[in-house]
């Protein structure tokens, strides 16, 4: 609240000064070298929200425990294997990428890569636009890429918990699931076994899908840079190899399963050490 | 007479050494009180109004903040009456469920409270990430985020296995079996076997202290969950929130 009156009075403006008082100002406080701002005191505004969110989450929670009880179940045997062994539900989603990989694959490389490619997430986005604020329109990209992997996790969890039943064999919620499914008569064959079908040779055909998953990589990391010039330049070489390494890394989980529906392909790449 | 006790106790030595200022309501004690309460004063003095808006950060960080001391209270109440051992553990979860007063409420609590902070975390970094707000200067916040929620996702999953029933004992089967996958370092993985590692040496068997999920397992499970992952967390947070006053919210002007 500016007091024009009272610094006329205190001070009145002298037009042969070359200084002058500004402004007097009410107020119970004083700031200094600072632009006009629209802030409040954390005590009590924030204070309140917060206490109002910790106090109904709380509600919340203790609601849910007048019905819902935490599980215990037989005491650990080892002596009786439960059908299906499931993880706690938000490892269900990597438990389930055992179906499609191996186990290194999908219990440790997988991972580590998804947690360091979050973790690199700052460095690798070089748009500076939308700090702040929910945005959509101004990075397209990063948008896009984040949430369809942060989706096939939570698909894949959802399928884990929902649709997985004895011998990890998907049940529908109307299926009798106490009753075994009967095993598809479909085989899954590997892709060099599918090539040989074809007449090429053992040895042809085992070089033709390691090109082939080389080939993979290629495209992804070639591809971009033929499309979207400027952004690749952006991005500049590191980040570039970075990103787009990634990004092939995460397409591997719906290649996968979209080989294993569509053509009954269990592994593309076999080699006497690991399979992909 | 009760005025008189009043000012006599807030005269007093005692009081004054507790409560440096008055009741917070002026600008000077709003903003003394957070300058000399060492919890308030993870908070500015002051914040734009903007910024408080519910449908910006939707409490996540706060509400996972606040599910990290509501388990740490829960679970030093079980931590009273379970003892990490194969053949008592079961019987104790038993016990805290139908014996102990309030042990169901608190190992209820202590169980959706958890569930809670691993679905809270991640849909915090969902928030921070579709407003931006891993952007420069907050790059390095963001960072420590990731290492918050593995920690988040671990001390969850050590948990699992204390109550020592078949749904424990069968996760973590589940869930080491990988770990003896490991490249290099896991028997069953890649080069494993070639570097030399079998199954009684190699990183599953760090992880569980033997061959299969047992009293070894158990007990490294309950150091990691109740010392080793809190205290990790606690330091992450220590940093997480001093960053955010460093280098500034990334709420809307």
């Not at chain 1, 191996?102 to 973790?119: F, H, K, N, T």
């Not at chain 1, 399928?159 to 109307?174: E, K, M, S, T």
């Not at chain 2, 000012?7 to 050494?17: A, F, G, L, T």
Request: net charge positive.
């Amino acid at each position: 609240m500016a007091e024009r009156d009272t610094t006329e009075n205190i001070f009145p403006r002298n037009p042969k000064k070359s200084y002058a008082l500004m402004e007097l100002v009410k107020g119970q406080g004083f700031q200094t070298r600072k632009q006009p701002e629209d802030t409040v005191f954390v005590w009590p505004h924030l204070l309140y929200i917060e206490l109002i969110a910790a106090v109904t989450f709380l509600a919340g929670l203790l609601w849910v425990c007048t019905f819902k009880h935490a599980p215990l179940e037989d005491m650990a045997s080892a002596d009786t294997t439960p059908n299906p062994m499931k993880a706690p539900w938000y490892f269900l989603g990597l438990q389930e990428l055992l179906v499609f990989f191996d186990p290194w694959l999908a219990g440790m490389v997988l991972p580590v890569l998804m947690i360091v490619g979050l973790m690199a997430i700052p460095y690798l986005d070089v748009n500076p636009k939308g700090v702040g604020y929910w945005a959509w329109r101004e990075r397209p990209f990063a948008i896009w890429t984040f949430n369809f992997g942060f989706l096939l996790w939570w698909i894949f969890i959802i399928i884990g918990v929902f649709f997985r039943g004895l011998d990890w064999a998907w049940y529908w919620p109307w299926d009798d699931w106490s009753q075994h499914k009967v095993a598809s008569s479909a085989t899954l064959n590997d892709m060099n076994v599918i090539l040989q079908g074809w007449g090429m040779g053992a040895a042809g055909a085992d070089w033709a899908t390691y090109v082939l998953t080389i080939l993979y990589f290629v495209v992804f990391l070639a591809l971009p840079a033929v499309l979207w010039r400027g952004f690749s330049k952006q991005l500049g070489a590191v980040r570039y190899i970075i990103v787009w390494g990634l990004f092939a890394a995460m397409m591997l989980s719906p290649l996968k399963v979209f080989l294993r529906l569509a053509f009954n392909i269990k592994y593309f790449m076999v080699t006497p050490w690991f399979k992909l | 007479m009760i005025d008189r006790l009043v000012k006599y106790v807030r005269d007093s030595q005692v009081w004054q050494s507790i409560f440096r200022h008055g009741y917070p309501d002026t600008d000077r004690n709003q903003s003394l009180v957070m300058f000399s309460s060492v919890l308030l004063h993870l908070h500015p003095v002051k914040i734009r109004r903007s910024a408080l808006k519910f449908r910006y950060t939707m409490c996540l960080g706060g509400l996972s903040a606040f599910m990290f001391l509501l388990l740490t209270f829960t679970g030093i109440f079980l931590m009273f009456y379970y003892v990490p051992d194969t053949r008592a553990a079961y019987g104790n979860i038993k016990d805290i469920t139908s014996n102990v007063f309030m042990g169901g409420l608190m190992r209820d609590l202590h169980k959706w409270s958890a569930e809670a902070m691993v679905f809270l975390v991640w849909a915090h970094m969902f928030r921070v990430f579709m407003t931006g707000a891993y952007k420069a200067p907050r790059e390095l916040n963001w960072v420590v985020g990731c290492i918050l929620l593995t920690a988040t996702l671990l001390l969850s999953w050590t948990g699992y296995l204390l109550p020592w029933d078949q749904l424990a004992l069968w996760a973590i089967t589940v869930g080491t079996k990988m770990a003896e996958a490991t490249p290099f370092i896991g028997y069953a993985g890649p080069w494993g076997q070639q570097l030399g590692f079998r199954v009684d040496n190699d990183i599953r068997f760090l992880l569980i202290g033997g061959t299969v999920v047992g009293q070894n397992a158990l007990l490294r499970f309950y150091v990691l969950h109740c010392v080793a992952l809190p205290v990790i967390i606690t330091l992450g947070m220590v940093v997480h929130f001093w960053r955010i006053r460093k280098d500034g919210f990334s709420g809307p002007l």
